[in-house]
């Protein structure tokens, strides 16, 4: 998944796969992305094709447009079609806006 770390880089903010530690989360902006299932292809008991689902994560404590413009702009660079939701964490007191995509899987 070294393409998918080189994209959350590119976007430039702080970032933890699943969740940051107890005490250590960054102050907002911050994104955390998941590998929540597989999404294989293949025929009688082969995969031929292997590739995830990726939940990218964008946690924002107001609507930053421009910050999700700048993330759809680096996933539309890299040819990655996604679907976007949103949701107010009332608990947390911020915006999640998930950016749900597949990648192949590569190892290396």
Same mark, same amino acid.
């Given at each position: 998944?070294? $393409?998918?770390l080189k994209? #959350?880089?590119?976007?430039?903010?702080?970032?933890?796969?699943? @969740? &940051?530690?107890e005490? !250590?989360?960054? /102050?907002p902006?911050?994104?955390?992305?998941? &590998?929540? +299932?597989? +999404? @294989? &292809?293949g025929? /009688?008991?082969?995969?031929?094709?292997?590739?995830t689902?990726?939940?990218?994560?964008l946690y924002? /404590?107001?609507?930053d447009?421009?910050?999700?413009?700048?993330?759809? !702009?680096t996933?539309? $660079? !890299?040819?990655?079609?996604? !679907?976007?939701?949103?949701?107010? #964490? =009332?608990?947390? $007191?911020?915006?999640e806006?998930?950016y =749900? &995509?597949t990648?192949?899987v +590569?190892?290396?």
């Open positions: 998944m070294v $393409r998918l994209i #959350i880089e590119d976007i430039g903010l702080p970032f933890a796969y699943s @969740h &940051f530690a005490g !250590e989360s960054p /102050d902006p911050f994104m955390v992305y998941l &590998f929540p +299932k597989n +999404k @294989h &292809f025929a /009688d008991g082969v995969v031929f094709y292997k590739s689902q990726i939940d990218l994560e924002t /404590d107001k609507k447009l421009k910050l999700e413009e700048k993330i759809e !702009e996933l539309d $660079r !890299e040819k990655i079609y996604y !679907e976007k939701s949103e949701v107010w #964490i =009332e608990s947390e $007191r911020l915006y806006v998930l =749900e &995509f990648m192949e +590569k190892n290396g």
